[in-house]
Nanobody, 125 residues
Framework: VQLVESGGGLVQPGGSLRLSCAAS????????IGWFRQAPGKEREGVSC????????YFTDSATGRFTISRDNGKNTVYLQMNNLKPDDTGVYYC???????????????????RGQGTQVTVSS
């Protein structure tokens, strides 16, 4: 079982990025997939989650209206579209997954069974 993130990079404030989380070893539509982020000197923070029935949870108010989580079952990939990025969005973004039939009720990263290596997002002018 493996989760691999991609799509991070350097972007100016107001710009957009789309992060991808590609899974291997299991079908994404059977688990909940979440995105967490860690900024330098700050606590790790949950961003968003999508479960096997496509129910979506946003863990932080700052993501609502700017970030969109989605899943492509054919590609076994979950995406996090991030628009109107702000410097406070800077950090390492991690993709995490539950065991089968898990839910987005898990609000702490340690509650997820699987985690990717992370992808760096830097928002700076």
């Amino acid at each position: 079982v493996q989760l691999v993130e991609s799509g991070g990079g350097l972007v100016q404030p107001g710009g957009s990025l789309r992060l991808s989380c590609a899974a291997s070893g299991f079908a994404l539509d059977s688990v909940a997939i979440g995105w967490f982020r860690q900024a330098p000197g700050k606590e790790r923070e949950g961003v968003s989650c999508i479960d096997g029935s496509d129910a979506i949870t946003y863990f932080t108010d700052s993501a609502t209206g700017r970030f969109t989580i989605s899943r492509d079952n054919g590609k076994n990939t979950v995406y996090l579209q991030m628009n109107n990025l702000k410097p406070d969005d800077t950090g390492v973004y991690y993709c995490v997954g539950t065991l089968p039939f898990g839910s987005c009720d898990a609000r702490e990263i340690h509650e997820y069974a699987y985690r990717g290596q992370g992808t760096q997002v830097t928002v700076s002018s």
